[in-house]
């Protein structure tokens, strides 16, 4: 219980909350490590996972190599990204953003798998009746998956999106370990001072983020998801309990 009070006194000094190494500052500094990466890959591999989804193009080989990122270690893409990447970028003059550059590089590569990947999924799953009636009605392929299979899909490509957020904002964290801001920095300065009032204090507050992300995510899922396609999912799913119901 002790330490719990230290943890609660932690919280309550202003002067852990508030300035460029307080709690507010640090969450800037956090928000942006993991806001940029996860635009980039939705810039990235939305575009490439409606494409594949639309055309059947190259599916297997882009998803594979996809599920091979999501396979390595997030500590070991950060680790890799920076070797590689900070001496480059040191050398066209940006030194002093260095580790957040080569964190954000890295933090785009661990989110596009799932985004491309829930792109692809829902893009292809579309009904096919419902591509040959815009195709009836005349329009190009590039109008069909405006406004017929994005529509459709954007339930499950805002699932990946959410899932990349999440992952995204929970391993920002690992960016302290190489010199970057943000949360982690608590983390990684209060073990190296022997703080663990402020170690856990840093860990409760990537936490907090990590599931104010998924909730907020969640309730713009819900929110862009239309009335019919949530009508429909609810049809199935009460459909498949009245089947198992019924010992079907």
């Known amino acids: 219980m002790e330490f719990f009070g230290e943890v609660a006194a932690w919280f309550s000094d202003p002067a852990n909350l508030f300035g460029s190494d307080g709690l507010q500052g640090r969450i800037g500094e956090h928000l942006i490590l993991s806001v940029i990466p996860l635009l980039l890959a939705v810039a ?7 494409w594949i989804g639309h055309s059947g193009r190259f599916a297997n080989l882009v998803i594979n190599i996809a599920n091979i990122g999501r396979a390595i270690p997030s500590l070991a893409i950060l680790a890799l990204a920076t070797m590689l990447l900070q001496a480059f970028i040191v050398s066209i003059g940006l030194r ?3 580790s957040e550059i080569a964190t954000m590089i890295a933090l785009t ?4 798998p799932p985004i491309l990947t829930n792109a692809y999924v829902g893009i292809s799953e579309v009904d096919d009746d419902l591509v040959e009636a815009g195709r009836g009605m005349g329009m190009g392929e590039g109008q069909i998956l405006r406004e017929v299979e994005l529509p459709v899909a954007l339930p499950v490509i805002l699932v990946g999106v959410r899932t990349a957020a999440v ?8 960016g302290a370990v190489f010199a970057t801001g943000g949360l982690g920095r608590f983390i990684i300065d209060g073990i190296a001072q022997r703080r663990f009032d ?3 204090a840093g860990a409760i507050a990537v936490a907090t983020l990590s599931i104010l ?3 907020a995510f969640g309730f713009v899922q819900r929110r862009v998801t239309s009335p019919g396609l949530r009508g429909r999912r609810t049809a199935l799913r009460e459909g498949a309990q009245a089947g198992r119901a019924a010992g079907v």
């Open 44 to 50: 990235i591999a939305l575009p490439l996972g409606a």
């Open 96 to 98: 002093q953003f260095a």
């Open 109 to 112: 590569a661990l989110a596009i």
């Open 167 to 174: 992952q995204v904002v929970a391993t920002a964290t690992l």
């Open 198 to 200: 402020e170690v856990f």
């Open 213 to 215: 992300t998924e909730l």
